[in-house]
């Protein structure tokens, strides 16, 4: 799980650097993550102000990783908790929401903040059982 986030971190950051001329234009977009039927992980995006094709890089990472899928929104039931990270870096600005299903509160939480130690900009907040 730690490796997936940190995928979407890196995805995230590097689309964001070199895509200045693009204007995105915002939404939100989610994916989630199953295996065997069972949740694992769902990601919302809200895309604030980042470029297009920054957006698109995280959308490709859904739909090649294994288990991911576009929808509509995360369940929230049944869920361990839920990480939210807002970024303000590099004059753009937009939140990440990773919805946990398995695993323990405490591991969930390490993984979460973890994933984006070196980032710069970044609030964490961690809602249990969300």
Known sequence: MKSLLAMVGA????GAM????DSGGGGTYSCDFTTGGTHSICWTFDF???PGQAQDAYKSACSSAAGGMSV???PT????????????SA???FTEKYTFYTGTAANDMAACSAANQSASGVTTTWTAGS
Do not use: E, I
């Open 11 to 14: 995805v995230l950051l590097v």
């Open 91 to 93: 004059g753009y600005t």
């Open 18 to 21: 070199g895509c200045g001329g």
């Open 48 to 50: 604030g102000s980042l």
């Open 72 to 74: 509509s929104s995360c």
């Open 77 to 88: 039931t049944g869920a361990v908790g839920t990480c939210s990270y807002s970024y303000s």
